[in-house]
T-cell receptor, first 117, second 118 residues
Framework: DSGVTQTPKHLITATGQRVTLRCSPR?????VYWYQQSLDQGLQFLIQ???????AKGNILERFSAQQFPDLHSELNLSSLELGDSALYFC????????????????FGEGSRLTVL | AQKVTQAQTEISVVEKEDVTLDCVYE???????LFWYKQPPSGELVFLIR??????QNEISGRYSWNFQKSTSSFNFTITASQVVDSAVYFC???????????????FGKGTKLTVNP
């Protein structure tokens, strides 16, 4: 058990819909990362938040957005869903050991499996 | 840009065999970190090891060992006397700078699926 909690574990929805994935980081971790894992693209970094603020952006589509709340949990919002958005979405957290330098390993949740029909 | 290559897509071995998973990376950073993660069939990603670019000492942890060679940009992972429970997808990852502000992300290889047969 990594200490990172993701809900829901599984989600099935239709194209054009919107879903929200939730992540609670490990106690004390200030950084939250979102990754997308698909068969063709592998593990792709989407976005990172640190203490409530966006810290880094990766290959995140404009239809996707995220935020980190004061209690440090994070939500990933996926809208106008397409078939290709079907994937396993991971949240990870880490201790940000020094400003601007993440030297710690990421602890991953169990993922949210999204299926778009 | 950072890149991680795991050339072996799938490996199949018989229990008790030794197996090495290859990882080659590219980065322009002088300071970086390398990681291995395990993803068992249940789906979660489990951290195995982190190594910084200044420490080229090999590491052994039980049946697991890692060989970091900066000269060849490789960070290979060996499982000795493999067991069925080692069956999983193994990912090599590299921490890299996203921007000049120092933000980092982990760049993952495509993974190697290891199947250990009884």
């Amino acid at each position: 058990d990594s200490g990172v909690t993701q809900t829901p574990k599984h989600l099935i929805t239709a194209t054009g819909q919107r879903v929200t994935l939730r992540c609670s980081p490990r106690s004390g971790d200030l950084s939250v990362y979102w990754y997308q894992q698909s068969l063709d693209q592998g593990l792709q970094f989407l976005i990172q938040y640190y203490n409530g603020e966006e810290r880094a952006k990766g290959n995140i589509l404009e239809r996707f957005s995220a935020q980190q709340f004061p209690d440090l949990h994070s939500e990933l919002n996926l809208s106008s869903l397409e078939l290709g958005d079907s994937a396993l979405y991971f949240c990870a957290s880490s201790v940000f050991s020094a400003p601007g330098r993440n030297t710690g390993e990421l602890f991953f949740g169990e993922g949210s499996r999204l299926t778009v029909l | 840009a950072q890149k991680v290559t795991q050339a072996q897509t799938e490996i199949s071995v018989v229990e008790k065999e030794d197996v090495t998973l290859d990882c080659v990376y590219e980065t322009r950073d002088t300071t970086y970190y390398l990681f291995w993660y395990k993803q068992p069939p249940s789906g979660e990603l489990v951290f195995l090891i982190r190594r910084n670019s200044f420490d080229e000492q090999n590491e052994i942890s039980g049946r697991y060992s890692w060989n970091f060679q900066k000269s060849t940009s490789s960070f290979n992972f060996t499982i000795t006397a493999s067991q069925v429970v080692d069956s999983a997808v193994y990912f090599c990852a590299l921490s890299g700078l996203v921007d000049q502000g120092g933000s980092e992300k982990l760049v993952f290889g495509k993974g190697t699926k290891l199947t250990v047969n009884p």
